[in-house]
């Protein structure tokens, strides 16, 4: 064959998303007023009321308006009850989590549901080990980050539920920093440790003299967040009569700094967070049904360490980079030390292994955690600074939790752009205690 001009070649572009085989869900109502009723679902999980949003809505007095929750683990389902007023039975024993085989028969009021699985199906996933500060390369991860970068897109609220440490705070920032408020600010509320009396002037603002101690107008979170996002944390910590001022701000786009007249436009994402499962509130009647929907147009569950250990090699390396270690994390810790972090249970997830990861850097001891260091563990655990071994144990020790506190401190501040409040979130650092570090350390006055 001769020759026929230049071949034009082309690069081959891997997708970045993969997909993940899932096993779904199968629920057939048996009894009751909506006998008859049968779904099956390409996702592990399953919601049973009365309201709208749940994905299976009963028609049923006697069932709560959130009343069950039913998750696919393995071969078998886990059964949650959502703190239903009538209870959740198998059989004549109320349970509030069980473990059942399909085939089970559960009651909720004059309801019987028998669940089963369902046929196999393929989802999504993001394919990358990381996105915007969030990091995974579980499962779990890959499909949450893949959902993240399609929700970052949209202007609806979002509600992010997890369990204390899971990373509720660098999710939602990965969402801000992904969507195209991006260069906006993104403003974060406590909702949990703000006197009930303060919270209002601190998602609203206030004018000066609108209480005792008003001495000057204060801005608020969501003037704050004008053109960004504001993240309300422990949502649902929130008191009664803020909810439901929040509430007509998230209906109406306006609001009014506390004593003042001038009405401002909410220009706004909010994206909620909680480690409570805020329909148990619903039921419970200490949460809005109403503030729910508005919140929770998008819900996200971040799954907990437990749930995904083969992140943990890939969350401790970038722990080892942020808290400014030269080498890996293998090196530093030694391979047995890294395999009984992935055995732990981490009740305290990834803020508790970030706090033992640094420990363990610092004081090159796994006592703590009742782990055998390993080789490796010991002599490269206090890199970054130099120590007289020849001084009593005491004063070594005293040395090199001084040099680390104070490169530490230095690189969080840098970080957080001098903002102490910031630098205190990053660090997930009680406020007090950091000012007091940074007294002691005569970086800060």
């Known amino acids: ?64 308006r959130f009343h069950l929750e039913l998750w696919r683990e393995g071969g078998d389902i886990l059964a949650t009850d959502l703190g239903s007023t009538n209870g959740t039975y198998v059989g004549p024993v109320r349970v509030e989590r069980v473990r059942v085989p399909p085939g089970t028969v559960l009651r909720l009021g004059n309801t019987e549901l028998r669940i089963a699985h369902g046929a196999d199906t393929e989802v999504p996933i993001l394919g990358e080990e990381r996105l915007a500060g969030v990091r995974g390369k579980s499962p779990h991860m890959q499909r949450l980050m893949l959902q993240l970068e399609r929700v970052a897109q949209g202007a609806a609220s979002v509600l992010l539920i997890g369990e204390s440490g899971t990373g509720k705070e660098v999710t939602a920032r990965a969402i801000h920093e992904l969507s195209p408020r991006a260069a906006g600010p993104f403003v974060t509320v406590d909702c949990g440790s703000i006197p009930p009396t303060l919270l209002a002037s601190e998602l609203f603002g206030h004018e000066r003299g609108a209480f005792t101690g008003a001495d000057r107008q204060h801005v608020g979170a969501f003037e704050r967040a004008s053109g960004g996002s504001v993240l309300l944390d422990e949502i649902g910590e929130l008191p009664a009569e803020v909810q439901a001022t929040l509430l007509g701000v998230l209906e109406r786009k306006r609001y009014r700094r506390v004593g003042g007249q001038q009405e401002l436009s909410v220009d706004a994402r909010v994206i909620a967070a909680t480690h409570r499962d805020l329909r148990a509130g619903v039921n419970g009647g200490t949460f809005r049904l109403d503030l729910y929907y508005r ?46 972090l992935q055995r732990q249970s981490w009740p305290g997830n990834v803020r508790e292994l970030r706090n033992a990861v640094e420990a363990m850097l610092l004081m090159g001891e796994s006592h703590d955690l009742g782990l055998s260091a390993g080789p490796g563990a010991g002599g490269g655990g206090v890199q970054g600074g130099e120590v007289d071994l020849d001084l009593p144990y005491k004063e070594a020790r005293a040395e090199v939790t001084r040099s680390f506190e104070d490169r530490y401190l230095r690189h969080l501040l840098t970080r957080a752009e001098g903002n102490v409040s910031r630098a205190a979130r990053i660090g997930q650092m009680d406020r007090s205690h950091l000012i007091e570090l940074l007294r002691r350390h005569q970086i800060r006055s």
């Open 1 to 64: 064959m001769g020759y026929t001009g230049p071949v034009e070649t082309s690069t081959i572009v891997q997708p970045r998303t993969s997909r993940l085989s899932l096993g779904t869900l199968r629920v057939d109502v048996i009894s009751g007023p909506a006998q008859g009723a049968a779904t099956t679902l390409d996702a592990e999980q399953v919601s049973v009321g009365s309201a709208k949003g749940n994905t299976i809505v009963v028609g049923d007095p006697t069932v709560s």
């Open 295 to 340: 919140l929770a147009v998008v819900v996200l569950r971040l799954p907990p360490l437990r749930e995904r250990p083969e992140d943990i090699p890939l969350l401790v390396e970038h722990f080892v980079r942020e808290l400014g270690y030269l080498g890996s994390g293998q090196d530093l810790l030694g391979a047995d030390v890294m395999a009984m």
